[in-house]
């Protein structure tokens, strides 16, 4: 089966020249015109829709593993060698219990 994104039944054909093919079996491909028919698309709109999503989906969580893998490491880089505490840190903690006393007295 081949998959046609140079249909003319897409509305946006900009940029349109590459071409996917598949080989299915019967059975798949009555499956997948079942479900284009359900969601009101043809065959080639469901599979360009059904592969974009799937992969932007895939995409998203491999960079969230990876993400999340690196930012363990730095959370506790962190917490085993914290960074000493700045003297504007400081001013600032002073300034902001001054600030929230002085609103508890009012």
Same mark, same amino acid.
């Given at each position: 089966? =081949?998959?046609?994104?140079? !249909? !003319? /039944? ?9 071409? $996917?093919? %598949?080989?299915? /079996?019967? =059975?798949?491909?009555? $499956? *997948? @015109? ?9 065959? /080639? =709109?469901? *599979?360009? !829709? ?16 990876? $993400? /999340? @893998? ?12 914290? %960074? ?23």
């Amino acid at each position: 089966m =081949e998959i046609d994104t140079d !249909s !003319s /039944t897409q509305t946006n054909k900009v940029g349109k020249n590459a071409r $996917l093919e %598949a080989r299915v /079996t019967l =059975e798949q491909k009555q $499956l *997948m @015109e079942r479900a284009a028919g359900l969601r009101g698309q043809n065959l /080639t =709109e469901f *599979m360009i !829709s059904v592969l974009a999503d799937a992969a932007t989906q895939t995409i998203k969580d491999r960079e969230l593993i990876e $993400l /999340t @893998e690196r930012d363990r490491l730095v959370f506790a880089e962190a917490l085993l060698n914290p %960074a000493p505490v700045s003297e504007r840190a400081i001013a600032d903690a002073r300034w902001y219990a001054q600030v929230m006393s002085k609103q508890e007295s009012d």
